[in-house]
């Protein structure tokens, strides 16, 4: 029923704004609520709507940047982790070339989700831990980094934002 009624205001909202951009990251953001609720018919109709969108945008490299992020959460929502590598890695790239320090911290998430299902639980209890104290980290990313760190159970010793991305280059 959610999904639903999202599905339909993203409609009204294509028809209203005609902002390609918009939608699709707002489809993509709905990707995961149909994966949470199992829904993967749905969710797939929706990543290749947000897909399409997203083609039709002339980006920058700061929307190829947030478009990455939300590519590579969408291949992981569906399993797909070599996909999701690649995504989070050019994200990051990207994040890291425009010192966009909010997206790096976003985007390390992402990257620890990943690891996670990996079985890499100790590199993605590092990165959260680094993500979730970090001042920088908006709200919904600490929620998340917190939410996934509690998943892991682990605790490790805290490690700086500066040895998190040494490692990654």
Not at 111 to 136: M, S
Request: with cysteine; charged share 20%.
């Amino acid at each position: 029923v959610y999904l639903n009624k999202a599905f339909q205001f993203a409609k009204k909202r294509i028809t209203i704004l005609n902002q390609y951009w918009d939608c699709a990251c707002y489809l993509a953001h709905l990707v995961h609520v149909a994966v949470f609720e199992n829904r993967l018919e749905d969710a797939q109709k929706l990543r290749d709507q947000a897909l399409r969108y997203a083609s039709q945008v002339k980006t920058d490299i700061l929307l190829n940047n947030h478009f990455s992020g939300l590519q590579a959460e969408m291949a992981l929502a569906f399993g797909e982790f070599e996909e999701a590598q690649e995504y989070v890695s050019q994200a990051l790239s990207f994040a890291q070339e425009q010192d966009r320090l909010p997206s790096i911290l976003e985007n390390l998430v992402t990257l620890a989700d990943l690891l996670k299902h990996q079985g890499d639980i100790t590199r993605a209890a590092e990165i959260l831990g680094c993500v979730k104290d970090h001042p920088a980290t908006g709200f919904p990313v600490k929620q998340k980094a917190e939410t996934l760190w509690l998943e892991l159970g682990q605790t490790v010793e805290p490690v700086s934002l500066e040895s998190v991305l040494a490692t990654l280059n």
